[in-house]
């Protein structure tokens, strides 16, 4: 979508204007009518087009005299500040500031701006930094397709311009090779964040992704999302579909359930009871279990769990249902969480930086979700996770436990499955698909951070 742009120069019209006359004043002192040259049908612009057009054309006058060029002042609403208010911290004085406001106020309710929403004003300020600075232009965002821009017109008066993008909603077949990282090809093909983080606890089930994933194996991400014209993401829907390595998961939702489910070709849930590792994302294992030279101590001893080197607030998740044992500070181990798991398991989790919101004893945690982030408290020499795990009251190696997968579909839900199987494999075949989507107050579309 076309943005206000002020500091574009003006289209001059005066020399075509007069030439124009000049012709229609020979043609007529020589007796002659004078013809207009025939006409030339223009061809149908686009929305963007006729937008880009329309902002040039408001903006065309040169700043005015005594200021310098506009300049993009990016503005955020702050808690208990008004619209106009924010207006003036552009450095615009309190007249401009009331004179935008209120024109903003005949097309939107300035009630339903938020602390933490943004518009960007184009603002010139006075050569030699004496006087007030004066606003040519604003641009505010009032919907996920959906946008006000205020300009100043030639003769100083402001003019009011709403513009709504069309929206369509896509299922998108993202696939590609590893370049890198996993999160990083698969944001180049358009992914957002949300589909990222699914497909990555989907596939943390059967990988390490740290050791396992390498460059040039082939991965395919399926999902649904609603973009604008310019090509800005929305809104997202789920993951359908998620492949890497051979490994593929399709998602399902059992009949007469609210709950969604990933499930392999043949209709095996691929959720395991235990993830390979409690972090999404890694740089390296620092260090295994088993007697290590101790990094402080600088002696030999027993490392009793996995260190994973990892960016400090890096999301840690816990691997398996389980119930918060403990939540403190434990000594060398910092900032410290511990975690009872079925079958006799349990996992704890040193040095970090802080916990998850909610995170104390007792509470009840899923499969996948944060519960708390890395850090380097107590002692430590360097961000990290220290993971370990215990089975009946004794210390084991994290890596080898092995654990079983869950449930296998049958009779009808199995058929069920296998339509909807069908219908994405059909999705892919066919490279994707997009329908538009009329924008109302009730579909619930939404800006989304990717």
């Known amino acids: 979508m076309a943005q206000f742009d002020p500091r574009r120069q003006p289209l001059r019209l005066a ?3 007069l030439t124009t006359a000049a012709a229609i004043g020979l043609a007529l002192m020589a007796g002659k009518p004078f013809a207009a040259s025939e006409a030339q049908e223009l061809p149908v612009l686009t929305p963007q087009q006729t937008a880009y057009l329309e902002t040039q054309a408001y903006a065309a006058a040169a700043a005015p005299a005594g200021l310098n060029a506009p300049e993009a002042v990016p503005v955020q609403i702050r808690r208990g500040e008004s619209f106009e208010d924010a207006i003036r911290r552009s450095g615009v004085g309190a007249n401009d500031a009331s004179a935008v406001a209120a024109t903003i106020a005949s097309a939107f309710d300035l009630k339903d701006i938020r602390a933490g929403d943004k518009f960007e004003a184009a603002v010139s300020r006075p050569r030699g930094g004496v006087g007030e600075a004066r606003l040519i232009g604003l641009t505010m965002r009032t919907g996920p397709a959906s946008q006000l821009t205020v ?8 003019r009011l311009r709403a513009l709504d993008e069309k929206v369509t909603h896509e299922t998108v077949v993202a696939n590609d090779k590893v370049q890198g990282s996993l999160s990083a090809s698969a944001r180049e093909l358009g992914a957002t964040s949300a589909v990222i983080r699914k497909a990555s606890q989907l596939f943390a089930h059967k990988f390490d992704m740290q050791r396992d994933v390498r460059a040039t194996d082939e991965f395919t991400l399926v999902f649904d999302r609603s973009v604008t014209e310019a090509g800005r993401t929305i809104e997202t829907g789920d993951l359908l579909y998620a492949e890497l390595k051979g490994v593929s998961f399709y998602r399902f939702q059992r009949p007469g359930s609210n709950k969604v489910e990933y499930f392999d070709a043949t209709g095996k849930n691929v959720r395991s ?24 101590a600088g002696y030999r001893k027993m490392h009793q769990g996995m260190d994973f080197a ?13 119930v918060i044992v403990e939540a403190r500070r434990w000594g060398g181990y910092g900032n410290w969480i511990r975690v009872r798991h079925s079958n006799g398991l349990e996992t704890g989790y040193g040095h970090l ?17 944060v519960i708390g982030y890395v850090g380097s408290t107590g002692n430590s020499t360097g961000p990290h996770l220290h993971y370990e795990m215990w089975r009946n009251g004794q210390r084991i190696n994290p890596a080898s436990v092995r654990t079983q997968e869950g449930t296998v579909l049958s009779g009808s839900e199995l058929a069920a499955f296998r339509a909807e199987k069908a219908r994405i494999d059909r999705i892919i075949a066919a490279g994707g698909q997009s329908r538009p989507v009329t924008m109302n107050a009730s579909n619930g579309l939404r800006p989304i951070n990717s």
Not at 273 to 296: A, D, E
Not at 353 to 369: D, E, H, I, N
Request: no cysteine; net charge positive; glycine share 10%.
């Open 151 to 158: 300009s100043r017109s030639f003769d100083g008066a402001l």
């Open 353 to 369: 930086s802080r916990y998850a919101s909610g995170m104390r004893p007792g509470l009840r945690v899923t499969q996948g979700q």
């Open 310 to 322: 990892a960016s400090s607030g890096t999301p840690i998740i816990a691997p398996a249902d389980g």
């Open 273 to 296: 009871v235990m993830m390979r590792t409690p972090l999404q994302s890694f740089r390296r294992v620092s260090s295994n279990y088993g007697f290590r030279t101790h990094p402080i």
């Open 15 to 17: 020399p075509h204007l």
